[in-house]
Each structure stands twice: as C-alpha cells, then as structure tokens.
C-alpha cells in the first residue's frame, strides 16, 4: 500500500492563509492572540495539510463573501460594464446622426428619425445605470 502522498506548501499558500486569517480576524472569528498563534503557525508550515488545518474550523464560503477587496472589484467591474454601455451608445447616436445628416443633404429628407433609437437606447443606458449608481454607498468618513 503507498503512503498519503503530501504536498508542500508554497509561499503563495501561505500567504492565501494568511489572507484568510486577516479577514477571519476582522470580520470577529476569533481574538488576536489566536490571530498570531495562527499566523505564526501557517509561515511555519511545511504542507498544505497544515495550512487547511488551521482554517478548517472556519467558514470559507462565508468569510470570502464578506471580503472587501472581492465586493470593491465587483463594483469596478460593475462600472466597467456600464463605461461600455454609454460608449456603444454614444457610437450608435454619432452613426445615427451621420447617416440621418447624409440622407437630408442628399435626398431632402429632414425628418428627425434619430429621435427614436437614441431615446430606446438611452433608456436602456439609464436602465443600467441607475441602480449600479444606487447600490454603491458612499465611503463613510470617520
């Protein structure tokens, strides 16, 4: 029969340990000094099975939910979709507008038909916007 086979822990899972022991400690999981007897363990460890044992009494789904740095990339990438949104609607208004000019300097046409996709769209841009907007709370000044 072959032995477990055990894998040694690298600086880079250390210092995901690490990580979730900070955010444990600051969302209240347990005291400083179990903190430090935990932080000085995990750059001890030599493998992983260390390392999960010392965040194995702790709920990972819910303390990775919790993280700041995640909920603050969420919100960049939040904005990030909505920059994209009014750029593609700023290019179809300009598209719209250049093809409503050249149709009245040539054909005489001058109805402003423009009207209608940049207000359906423009709804839809406001539509993704606003309650991007209205979850984002201001940061709270001490």
């Not at 900070?22 to 390392?51: C, K």
């Not at 290019?91 to 050249?102: D, E, G, K, N």
Request: charged share 20%.
């Amino acid at each position: 029969m072959t032995a477990p086979l055990t894998v040694r822990a690298g600086d880079r899972e250390r210092e995901q340990t690490s990580n979730l022991l900070g955010q444990a400690l600051a969302q209240g999981y347990f005291t400083l000094d179990e903190y430090e007897t935990r932080l000085q363990a995990t750059f001890a460890a030599h493998t992983t099975d260390e390392l999960s044992g010392l965040v194995a009494d702790l709920p990972l789904d819910r303390i990775r939910r919790n993280d700041p740095a995640r909920r603050q990339a969420r919100r960049r990438a939040a904005w990030r979709g909505v920059q994209i949104h009014v750029a593609a609607y700023v290019a179809m208004v300009v598209i719209v507008l250049t093809v409503w000019l050249v149709v009245g300097l040539t054909a005489g046409a001058w109805y402003f038909w423009p009207v209608w996709p940049i207000l359906g769209a423009g709804i839809g841009v406001i539509g993704h916007a606003v309650p991007i907007h209205g979850s984002i709370k201001p940061a709270r000044i001490a």
